[in-house]
């Protein structure tokens, strides 16, 4: 690590723009992940041009944390940062985050919408402010609302009337308004993004535009709800938590409860289930319609051909799977991440990779690619050699972890068709809990086998990888899943 490698071009020694696009509560939902139901020909486009990571995982499911490991390339544990409530510069600012990183080698360096949790997260890092839709930041996630959705407005009303209305002044969890793309934050943010690609446009780059869907609520303009047919959604078979799961690992989806006619607690009547499924769905595909109009301009422009791109949902997000809603925990569903990247001159344009890999991979790979040394302080493993072959072998896990108040972590790794989890109790480090599930099959598993006498020896070998990985050194070998 640290020596410079030859950018992954051909026939070119011109250093590559990067553009960057971040997807908030973005689960692997989409077409090129196997998801059909799913309308999302721009993302998909974007896949069969580049390379598809089938198993990726984020650092912590949720947004502060998974973000600021990956614009730093450590992990929480290192960033310190675990919560919501912590800006990265505030615990570590002398960590080289991606974007300064870029800007101290010669790059105009671009913040648009949602990149990291907090607006001025890493003042130095960008060649200019960072730039925000002026309605999403002003007022919030509710950031249009259209007096003439009547359907919403009528379950609102009769929400009312059943004295279901948890928390009115900040609306219902969805609308559909008839409006054109650009009345709500996203759309901004693209008209913005294309702006700064004109403006860039023969200079080196790296551009972080940021969307806010499908994160709540599930508004979004009626075309895009129109896409879809009751029967075309995917509801979950399993609506209960696993058996044997201790009650620390799941989680009150709280964030969706503070949302207007959501109830307090128990779970949503089977109307609003299907309504935020359909929103979700809706969300999904209106903000593949902004990764269109860049990719498009992109092309547009001519430098598509100089220009990495790599997308990346930031952390996984329940869809009432287990009945439950929202990120937050240590699961399969929560940690696993649609990722894509695509590069100049890749030999692998199309494919899926099924090797392990994680968030803390991100900035020694976009090092790599564009022939700069990776910085010392990087925890992850560059991607590039799965670029040339994604099936070669890799890590044995990706970890992750969740915190359960001041005291409590839960550490979690996923190796082979395993989740295991241990919940540490801090001072002391001791270990009161712990989670082994089996995913062959599927993300939703229905067991926590940790405590069957049989699986003893599965426990003891992924126990012993998980407090090796805690160290995180593991992660940088080169072994076989």
Known sequence: MGAAAAPLLKGSAARPNVLMIAVDDLRPELGCYGQQRIHSPHIDSLAASGLRFDRAYCQQAVCAPTRASLMSGARPDSTRVWDLQTPLNTVRPDLLTLPQFYRKNGYQTVSLGKIYHHRNEDPEGWSAPPWVPQSDWAGGWRAYRDPQSALVEQQMEQIRKEGRMTREGRGPAYEMPDVPDDAYPDGKTASKAIEELRRLRGQPFFLAAGFVKPHLPFNAPRKYWDLYKPEDLHLPERRDWPEGMPPLAGGTWGELRSYGGIPEKGPVDELTFRMLIHG???????????????????????????????????????????????????????????????????????????????????????????????????????????????????????????????????????????????????????????????????????????????QEVTVRSLSALLDKGRGWRAVRERVSA
């Open 280 to 454: 979700y769905y809706a969300c999904v595909s209106y903000m593949d319609a902004q990764v269109g109009r860049l990719l498009r301009e992109l092309d547009a422009l001519g430098l598509r051909e100089n220009t990495i791109v790599v997308l990346w949902g930031d952390h996984g997000w329940k869809l009432g799977d287990y009945g439950a809603w929202c990120k937050h925990t240590n699961f399969e569903i929560d940690t696993r991440v649609p990722l894509i990247l695509s590069a100049p001159g890749q030999r692998s344009a199309g494919a899926g990779s099924p090797a392990l890999v994680e968030f803390v991979d991100v900035y020694p790979t976009l090092a790599e690619l564009c022939g700069l040394p990776v910085p010392q302080h990087c925890e992850g493993l560059s991607m590039k050699p799965l670029l040339e072959n994604p099936r070669r072998p890799w890590k044995a896990a990706a970890f992750s972890q969740y915190p359960r108040g001041k005291d409590v972590m839960g550490y979690t790794l996923r190796s082979g068709p395993y989740r295991y989890t241990e919940w540490l109790r801090r001072p002391g480090d001791t270990v009161i809990e712990r989670e082994l599930y089996d995913l062959t099959a599927g993300p939703t598993p229905s067991t926590n086998l940790a405590s069957q006498p049989r």
